[in-house]
């Protein structure tokens, strides 16, 4: 009874783990490439750059899994109608749609898990990339000294090393110049030193050795200290090296960075506002009303065309100067409504597209027979682009004001209804390869009748 439903389910787990590992997999190059500037030279440790890797492999798994789930259906529903065991399963009285029933109830507790996950891990995941991002380009690269050339790392000083023994780590011809003392330079010369921070890296030492030290004040041109030593240790200040990490209650979290409850208050206090600020404004406009038809205006409108022209001006200016407030600060929670609820649908959408791109997937994988990886990765890619065109167009709408936030499920609207269609006329072999590239690509010429011979 249940070999069909697990053979069918079998063929979708390898697709979709590639599937979703592949897409995981360029996001991951994506944000390497895109912040591997701030990274390097900074001396990270491993366990820092594998944190920050993990905390963000949350937002890609989202992003991954319905592409996912679309190649898989494909991968799957195509190799076994190139097959011909969907012939097979048809002639034995099993349709699409009973052979697509176990891959919907798994997309549907697929949706749920990452309707879950979108909303009670991601947000933490992305507060703690956002806080460590923040740690690691507030930190200074790594401190270090090159042969001849001049290192200007700490603050007042600038450092030169002729040559550097690297066996030792010994810094050979060293001079320094020390400009932390208001009008006065320091400029130290030894044959050899070394240079190491203390162990919380809140300082550099530096030990130096048989050298001299020219002292040269710029108050005091004619003075002119000349001191020389066996041995001397200069103590530097050196914050920033060290990475510090910051405590996550230091940062107000963003819209991407809360669940969906801690946004529903944050929208139900900015409409509670909208509704005081609407009644504002009516009982402005109300007590204009009876102003301008009220028995007290009667009498100053008798007092002369200029008086009465006046009093009207100031009157409106009044009116302004309430309203506009009032219609700033409606606005002004109008927009962090719609950015909440936009985010609050988008954590709803994007789980749905895991069971939409199922209605789509199956169907075609059959007419196409898109057993193979090229046509599955092909059409996975198409639909994908569309789905996150749509997307994307309805947030952008949404935040401009030019859409309602419910916007973010045209995606799911558009593709779920091609893939409904889909997935009936298969069920009813009324939808063929032939039929399908003809009705997307064919253009129809109009039939001309013959003109009648006279």
């Not at 009157?315 to 002004?332: D, K, S």
């Not at 590239?437 to 009648?452: D, G, I, N, Y």
């Amino acid at each position: 009874m249940l070999i069909v439903p697990r053979y069918i389910l079998r063929a979708h787990i390898a697709p979709f783990l590639f599937g979703t590992s592949v897409v995981m997999f360029l996001f991951l190059m994506q944000f390497i490439l895109k912040y591997i500037d701030q990274l390097v030279g900074k001396g990270l440790s491993t366990w820092v750059i594998i944190q920050l890797i993990v905390l963000n492999l949350s937002w890609m798994l989202v992003l991954a899994v319905p592409m996912g789930v679309l190649f898989s259906t494909l991968m799957a529903f195509g190799s076994m109608s190139a097959a011909h065991e969907i012939t097979i399963f048809k002639a034995s009285g099993a349709g699409l749609i009973r052979l697509m029933v176990p891959v919907v109830i798994c997309g549907a507790l697929l949706t749920y898990g990452m309707y879950w996950f979108n909303d009670a891990v991601l947000p933490d995941s992305n507060h703690r990339a956002k806080i460590l991002m923040w740690d690691i380009e507030k930190k200074k690269p790594t401190f270090n000294v090159e042969a001849g050339q001049f290192s200007t790392q700490l603050e007042g000083y600038t450092i030169l090393s002729r040559s550097l023994d690297s066996a030792n780590g010994t810094m050979v011809g060293v001079t320094i110049y020390d400009r932390t003392t208001a009008g006065r330079t320091n400029v130290v010369s030894a044959d050899s030193g070394t240079i190491r921070f203390t162990p919380d890296y809140n300082k550099v030492v530096v030990h130096l050795g048989h050298g001299e030290i020219h002292q040269v004040f710029t108050s005091q041109p004619a003075t002119y200290r000349y001191i020389q030593f066996a041995s001397h240790q200069i103590v530097i200040p050196a914050s920033g090296f060290r990475l510090e990490q910051s405590g996550e209650s230091m940062f107000a979290r963003g819209d991407r960075e809360m669940c969906i409850k801690d946004m529903r208050v944050i929208v139900d206090k900015a409409e509670s506002q909208k509704q005081l600020e609407s009644r504002n404004i009516d009982s402005v406009a109300e007590r204009h009303v009876q102003y301008l038809f009220g028995t007290d205006n009667a009498h100053s409108l008798e007092s002369g065309p200029t008086s009465a022209g006046d009093r009207a001006l100031s009157r409106i200016a009044y009116i302004r100067n309430q309203i506009e407030p009032l219609a700033f600060q409606y606005g002004e929670n109008d927009r962090e409504s719609r950015k909440y609820l936009v985010e609050i649908y988008k954590k709803y959408a994007i789980p749905c597209a895991c069971f939409v791109f199922l209605f789509v997937g199956c169907p075609l994988g059959i007419v196409t027979r898109g057993g193979n990886f090229g046509i599955s990765a092909a059409i996975s890619l198409g639909f994908y682009v569309i789905y996150w065109a749509c997307l994307i167009g309805g947030e952008k709408l949404a935040d401009r004001q030019l859409s309602s936030p419910l916007a973010m499920w045209l995606a799911n609207v558009v593709i779920g209804a091609v893939g409904i269609i889909l997935s009936l006329k298969i069920n009813n072999e009324s939808l063929s390869l032939r039929s399908l590239w003809r009705r997307l690509f064919s253009t129809r010429t109009p039939k001309v009748k013959p003109e009648a011979s006279v």
